[in-house]
């Protein structure tokens, strides 16, 4: 198991599933939980290695301009995606993609997750 899933295995109490994010954590995208101190979204673990994160995702410009604010960006810097929400979203979820890789990585006891993509991308590689 990675140190770092040693570590979460033991904050945790868990190497499987985590959903009570804290809201200093969350992605940009993050919409909260209803009890307002967690991020309404969850990490799957494999052996301690993430494998996929998911949850709701904003839905209002006003919500994501407050998100993007509060890390201290300028919301006129993500105007492309922010004008998105003019045109009308609907609440919605979503998942991190690597969910394949991430489990056939742990299955195969690989060590780095490059090794079992079909088209790893990393700082020299960015297209296939």
């Given amino acids: 198991m990675p140190a770092l899933g040693a570590t979460r295995k033991r904050m945790w109490r868990s190497d499987t599933i985590r959903n009570r994010i804290s ?8 919409h909260p939980a209803l009890d307002g101190r967690h991020a309404a979204s ?19 410009r006003s919500d994501s301009e407050t998100a993007l604010c509060g890390r201290g960006f300028d919301p006129k810097g993500f105007e492309t995606h922010l004008r998105m929400f ?33 088209n790893p991308r990393d700082i020299d590689r960015l297209e296939p």
């Avoid at 809201?23 to 993050?30: F, G, H, N, Q």
């Avoid at 609907?90 to 990585?105: E, I, R």
């Fill in 86 to 118: 003019d045109l009308g979203m609907p609440p919605h979820g979503g998942l991190a993609s690597g969910l394949l890789d991430g489990c056939t990585c742990q299955v195969l006891g690989l060590t780095n997750v490059s090794e079992a993509t079909l």
């Fill in 23 to 30: 809201w200093r954590e969350p992605a940009l995208y993050s």
């Fill in 42 to 60: 969850f990490d799957l673990l494999l052996r301690g290695l993430e494998i996929t994160t998911g949850g709701q995702r904003l839905h209002l």
